[in-house]
Nanobody, 119 residues
């Protein structure tokens, strides 16, 4: 059974930084594409950043240059380094793991961690 556990959220002032972590209980973590999504109140969940099993990264335009996604396959963990945070980054951040088997994608989600950017 796949489990994803996020940590590192909290309250930070505008311009500050946070580092989110997602610990995954996945047997072959290195084969999964991993991502971070966020959902603000009254809004749809949106992709923030993703990293493929081969290490290719992708970012939402709103966070490019400020956020960095990375993974440590030896520790089954994916990170999201968030710098220059803005109030509009306030949301619940969710870790996602995706496994593609014979063309079918299987998605797994963490429980989410709250990030609040406010003075």
């Amino acid at each position: 059974q796949v489990q994803l556990v996020e940590s590192g959220g909290g309250l930070v002032q505008p311009g500050g930084s946070l580092r989110l972590s997602c610990a995954a209980s996945i047997r072959i973590f290195s084969t999964y594409d991993m991502g971070w999504y966020r959902q603000a109140p009254g809004k749809q969940r949106e992709l923030v950043a993703a990293i493929t099993s081969s290490g290719t990264t992708n970012y939402a335009a709103s966070v490019k240059g400020r956020f960095t996604i990375s993974r440590d396959n030896a520790k089954n963990t994916v990170f999201l380094q968030m710098n220059s945070l803005k109030p509009e980054d306030t949301a619940v951040y969710y870790c996602n793991g995706r496994n593609v088997v014979v063309g079918l994608a299987y998605d797994y989600w963490g429980q989410g961690t709250q990030v609040t950017v406010s003075s």
